[in-house]
């Protein structure tokens, strides 16, 4: 069997034509890249080099021998990256979890950034409506939204808030018009829509300003009451940072201050330190603000083209009558 240093040797000649300048690269002394290929050759039984005084000349064997030999190149290499990103604490696997719109829009996305940075971490990513237990140990992160965070032992860092409107569809509003304030909405269509970690932030707004009208449809997720949105189903509370984005979807109220949220990813306190853990905690945070302004910047446009495109056909929606 032929040590690897050898190939090493091998490899560095065929490049640089001569020993002399294999042992530059390889940092050794000339006879040492001598006695190395000599070893190689011995191991293989084959004659790698004919030798002369401009210099080392690769033979037709050594030359069928290059590209399985730079395999091995490249396998020793990934070897040592690994082996060096888990002396960091670098590699492994990270386990997430999150509901379905913020795993899709926002967390699947920053991975594949994030993988670009550490490629030797894997991430698992549990997308749920039911909150896993991080305390027990079912994740090692998780997103979770809401108005406050429930009392725990975990250790969580905000990542963004989201604001929350009145939505619908087009075809909706050029059958039914808009609501001309909050006190309109008994005489409108409304979604109603609640999942296992409760009622989706400014249904119950919704519906207690429409005097506790009974829903026209009902969705158990943030996803499908946007699909149903966009159906022309009715009106729903959908968050801004999504919503403004679709040229299909009209707002139809300001921001409702009682559905604003916060989404905080949170860990166990003894992974917290973890480098792998701590290494995407703070790549997430300062990611999902950027991105966070990169869509409002967008979605300023947006909305500014759809309150164009109404007022056109003398529509005007109230939420959108200042951008017109």
Not at 23 to 50: D, H, P, S
Not at 173 to 188: T, V, W
Not at 195 to 221: D, I, Y
Not at 256 to 262: G, L, N, S, V
Request: hydrophobic share 45%; charged share 25%.
């Amino acid at each position: 069997m032929f040590d690897w240093n050898d190939v090493r040797a091998f490899l560095a000649v065929a490049r640089g034509g001569s020993t002399l300048a294999a042992a530059k690269a390889l940092g050794v002394n000339q006879t040492t890249v001598a006695r190395r290929i000599e070893a190689l050759e011995a191991a293989l039984g084959l004659k790698l080099f004919e030798r002369g005084q401009s210099g080392s000349r690769i033979t037709e064997a050594g030359r069928d021998l290059m590209p399985q030999a730079e395999t091995l190149e490249h396998a020793a290499e990934v070897l040592a990256t690994r082996a060096q990103a888990h002396q960091r604490g670098l590699a492994g696997g990270i386990k997430i979890t999150a509901t379905e719109a913020i795993a899709n829009n926002s967390i699947t996305p920053a991975i594949g950034v994030f993988r670009k940075l550490y490629p030797e971490v894997r991430i698992d990513l549990d997308v749920s409506d039911r909150p896993l237990d991080i305390e027990g140990g079912e994740a090692d992160l998780a997103i979770r939204a809401g108005k406050v965070l429930p009392p725990s032992n975990l250790i969580a860092r905000k990542l963004t808030e989201y604001e929350f409107a009145l939505y619908c569809s087009r075809d909706y509003a050029a059958r039914n018009g808009f609501p001309a304030g909050p006190e309109d909405l008994r005489h409108h269509d409304l979604i109603a829509g609640e999942t296992e970690q409760g009622v989706l932030p400014g249904v119950e707004w919704m519906f207690a300003h429409a005097g506790g009208k009974t829903p026209a449809h009902r969705c158990n997720s943030l996803t499908n009451l946007s699909h149903a949105v966009r159906a022309g189903l009715g009106i729903a509370p959908l968050g801004c940072l999504l919503a403004d984005s679709d040229p299909a979807l009209i707002r139809c109220t300001e921001p409702i201050a009682e559905a604003r949220a916060t989404a905080w990813i949170v860990t166990r306190r003894e992974l917290k330190d973890t480098p792998r853990i701590r290494a995407f905690i703070d790549f997430l945070v300062p990611h999902m603000a950027q991105e966070h302004r990169r869509r409002e910047a967008h979605n300023r446009l947006v909305r500014r083209q759809v309150a164009e495109e109404l007022a056109a056909l003398e529509i005007i929606a109230p939420a959108l009558g200042e951008l017109a």
